[in-house]
């Protein structure tokens, strides 16, 4: 394992990472401040992912293909927010779990029978198609690099709107204490849609992402829906400074773990039971991570203050 | 004596558990005269994906505790009969064993450090420790990893499975015995302490009781019963792979107990018999609505799940009540 393969792989589990932070984000809050169980969430990934490539068909441009779909992935998540989820809230978070994989279940279908039951695979334009060298002699892809930017900006923006702005204090606000915040003319009802909107939205952009790098096919969110619950366990449910730091890790610990481990095994064992195990332990190892974390801090990484 | 009368009062109570109950004893009569067998099978399954649910129905509708790794213990008690096979252990009975002392064992150490936690983390470090159950048998390469391992019908002397209906009626025994056992201990003391910690625990404890103790108890009991489906799964397959133990399992045992009405001794069988009836009746409905559509009767089925939260309260088993007038 040569250094320049390493650090290969660390860019690809920071991509990871932060494609998961950019799901994960949306579904803390809901989950933390909402105190929603969404399930539906991983849809949200797979809407955005079809929008952007049928739009990019549609319009013959990657670029323009992405920027029409953004606002569709947010009125998908402020529309559902306002047909469904709103007379969810005072449930019990059972039924939340009943009405959410009904969701799952509607728009996996929805999407085979609009698109077919087949992967879709969209190709890149040729200006993010290319190689770049981050070191010497290191080319890396591209649109790999652009994924890591756009995930970090984005970042960067959701801390920005829930530290600095008017909005991010009314959601901090309302988390805190719901009643008072719409004693003091908050529209609170508003606000949670939003916040919906928001974070589907950004769920969509993480599937735009994927689409190009991964099979854009029905059922695609629900892997990447589990990820993120364990992202957010992690973070500690509901902060999203946490969620940033537990994608991350959970993305290069993953990565890496995928490579490392049958590398390793092969030391104590056969080439062929080392290839048959060691992805299998790999993706074990997010598991043991969250749980290790669970043991020391039962209420993960940075639990939110109240 | 005494037991049968606590067991003919149960039954009396729990009117729409004995209906159904009395309804997988007689269906093969029915199959049997209108000759169709692959309804006994359909039974089978339905059977035993009732006896799982209502073993999770045990800590998560009884002990309010959101288990989302079930289906992993199914999966150890499937494993159980394949890996005795592979050593060359064909007895069903012992098999039996075999996987109600690993899932007991499992379900101790899981329980034990999974209740430290509650609400949203207890449901997702009971998910992780599912997971390491499932990539694990996935790396098994010896017991067919990925692709699962194939079992020979169980051998339980004197009774011969291979004969009609033996095995159908074996499941039907055990789910009988799982239920009237469910129904005793959940009318015991045991019962009473569990229910009363899931509304209240720091009271529980103000009592005096160690409600841990109530919490882990009921947790392997739950895990044997799964168990216990995951042997007869077996035997009805004559296959298992990791599948059995992923994740969508565990979520389809919990919208199972939710779809028939938590937290009632009825409910999970219902809403395993309203779950695989809808899986086999929707797609030939849709065969007469939009025959183009037939595949795709995922798209009525979701919007069903998400009709019987907002109408039908309770589940499936609420909404029976209702009808029935309270009964």
């Known amino acids: 394992m040569t250094f320049i393969l390493l650090l290969e792989q660390i860019f690809n589990g920071l991509q990871l990472g932060v494609t998961l932070f950019l799901i994960a984000a949306g579904l803390t809050l809901i989950l933390g401040i909402m105190d929603f169980v969404f399930l539906a969430h991983g849809a949200q990934v797979m809407i ?9 068909a549609l319009t013959g441009n990657f670029y323009l293909g992405i920027l029409l779909a953004i606002p569709v992935t947010f009125a998908s998540g402020y529309l559902l927010e306002y047909l469904l989820i709103r007379h969810l809230y005072r449930r019990n978070h059972m039924d939340q779990v009943l009405a959410t994989f009904g969701l799952i279940l509607f728009f996996n279908e929805l999407i085979r029978i609009g698109f077919g039951p087949a992967a879709l695979f969209s190709s890149l334009p040729p200006s993010l198609s290319g190689f770049v060298n981050i070191l010497p002699e290191t080319p890396y892809p591209v649109f790999r690099l652009l994924v890591i930017a756009v995930g970090l900006a984005c970042a960067l923006g959701i801390h920005l709107l829930v530290a600095r702005t008017k909005i991010g204090a009314m959601v901090r606000a309302g988390a805190n204490n719901e009643t008072m915040t719409a004693a003091l003319g908050v529209n609170i009802r508003m606000l949670r849609r939003l916040v919906f909107a928001a974070g589907a939205c950004f769920a969509g952009i993480a599937g735009m992402m994927l689409g190009p790098l991964t099979a854009v096919e029905p059922g695609m969110g629900e892997p990447l829906l589990i990820l ?4 957010i366990i992690i973070g500690g449910i509901g902060s999203v400074r946490g969620a940033f730091v537990a994608a991350i890790l959970i993305g290069v610990v993953d990565t890496l773990g995928r490579v490392l481990l049958p590398v390793i095994l092969r030391g104590f064992m056969g080439q062929a039971a080392a290839d048959g195990a060691g992805p299998a332990l790999a993706s074990m190892m997010v598991y043991i991570l969250m749980s290790l974390v669970l043991v020391v801090r039962p209420s993960g990484l940075f639990p939110p203050k109240g | 004596m005494e037991l049968l009368r606590i067991l003919g009062e149960g039954l009396a109570r729990n009117r729409l558990l004995a209906v159904i109950l009395a309804g997988f004893a007689l269906f093969p009569i029915y199959t049997g005269i209108a000759d169709l067998p692959f309804w006994n099978d359909l039974a089978m399954r339905i059977m035993i994906l009732g006896m799982a649910a209502m073993g999770l129905n045990l800590v998560l509708g009884y002990g309010g505790m959101v288990s989302f790794g079930h289906a992993a213990f199914v999966g150890i008690g499937a494993y159980a009969v394949g890996i005795s096979q592979f050593y060359g252990l064909d007895n069903g009975w012992i098999h039996v064993l075999i996987s109600l002392f690993a899932c007991g064992v499992l379900g101790l150490v899981i329980g034990f450090l999974s209740l430290r936690t509650t609400g949203i983390y207890f449901i ?13 048998f996935v790396s098994l390469e010896q017991f067919g990893g990925d692709d699962g391992m194939s079992i020979d019908r169980a051998d339980f002397m004197p009774i011969d499975l291979w004969e009609p209906l033996r095995l159908y009626y074996l499941i039907w ?15 015991s003391r045991f019962g009473v302490v569990l229910e009363a910690i899931r509304s209240n625990e720091s009271r529980v404890e103000a009592m005096g009781l160690v409600p841990l103790r109530f919490k882990i108890t009921g947790y392997v009991i739950s895990a044997m019963i799964c168990g216990l489906a995951g042997t007869m799964f077996a035997s009805w397959q004559e296959y298992v792979s990791p599948d059995i133990m992923h994740w969508t399992r565990s979520g389809e045992l919990m919208i199972i107990i939710i779809l028939g009405g938590i937290g009632t001794l009825a409910g999970p069988l219902l809403g395993a018999v309203a779950f695989l009836l809808l899986e086999e009746w929707l797609p030939e409905l849709m065969l007469l609505v939009a025959p183009a559509y037939a595949e795709n009767w995922m798209i009525i089925f979701g919007p069903v799940l998400i009709a019987v939260v907002l109408f039908a309260r309770g589940g499936l088993g609420g909404l029976i009540r209702r009808i029935a007038g309270g009964g």
């Open chain 1, 228 to 231: 993120s619950l364990v992202v």
């Open chain 2, 173 to 187: 025994v055990a789910l009988l015995l799982t239920s009237l056992f469910l129904m005793v201990i959940v009318r």
């Open chain 2, 124 to 136: 997702m470090i009971t998910l992780a420790f599912a997971q390491m159950l499932y990539f694990l």
């Open chain 1, 48 to 56: 955005g992912a079809y929008a952007a490539a049928s739009l990019t």
